[in-house]
Nanobody, 125 residues
Framework: VQLQASGGGLVQAGGSLRLSCEAS???????MGWFRQAVGKEREFVAA????????NYADSVKGRFSLSRDNAKNTVDLQMNNLKPEDTAVYYC????????????????????WGQGTQVTVSS
C-alpha cells in the first residue's frame, strides 16, 4: 500500500486547510492516523480514525479545531484543520495501521505500518 498526502500549504493564523491522504489499495478495515513533525522536534500524534470511521481520537492540542473523515469507497482520509495556529506548523504524515492492531494504540507510531511522504503545513502569525 502506498499513501499519498496532499493539501498542505501556507496559511495565516486562524485560517483553514484540508489535508487528504489517498491510499493505493483498499483501506476499509484499517485504522488510519495523522502525525506531524516540526523542525527540531519529534514526530507526534495528531489524530486517528478507525477502519469503519465510527471512532476518532485527537491530540489535546488540536481537539476542537481538527476533524477527521474517511471515504472508504475512495480510499481516502481527510484531516480538516480549522483555526490554525503557528504552533501547528509541521510536516504532516498520514499512516495506515497494521492489520489487527488494537484501536487503543491509536497514538503509537508502532501501530502504523505504512506512511505517506508528508505534506508541509506552515502557519504564519
Amino acid at each position: 500500500v502506498q499513501l499519498q498526502a496532499s493539501g498542505g500549504g501556507l496559511v495565516q493564523a486562524g485560517g483553514s486547510l484540508r489535508l487528504s491522504c489517498e491510499a493505493s489499495g483498499r483501506i476499509v478495515t484499517y485504522d488510519m492516523g495523522w502525525f506531524r513533525q516540526a523542525v527540531g522536534k519529534e514526530r507526534e500524534f495528531v489524530a486517528a480514525i478507525s477502519g469503519s470511521g465510527s471512532s476518532t481520537n485527537y491530540a489535546d492540542s488540536v481537539k476542537g479545531r481538527f476533524s477527521l473523515s474517511r471515504d472508504n469507497a475512495k480510499n481516502t482520509v481527510d484531516l480538516q484543520m480549522n483555526n490554525l495556529k503557528p504552533e501547528d506548523t509541521a510536516v504532516y504524515y498520514c499512516a495506515l495501521a497494521r492489520y489487527g492492531s488494537r484501536w487503543l494504540e491509536f497514538s503509537m507510531e508502532t501501530k502504523y505500518e505504512y506512511w505517506g511522504q508528508g505534506t508541509q503545513v506552515t502557519v504564519s502569525s
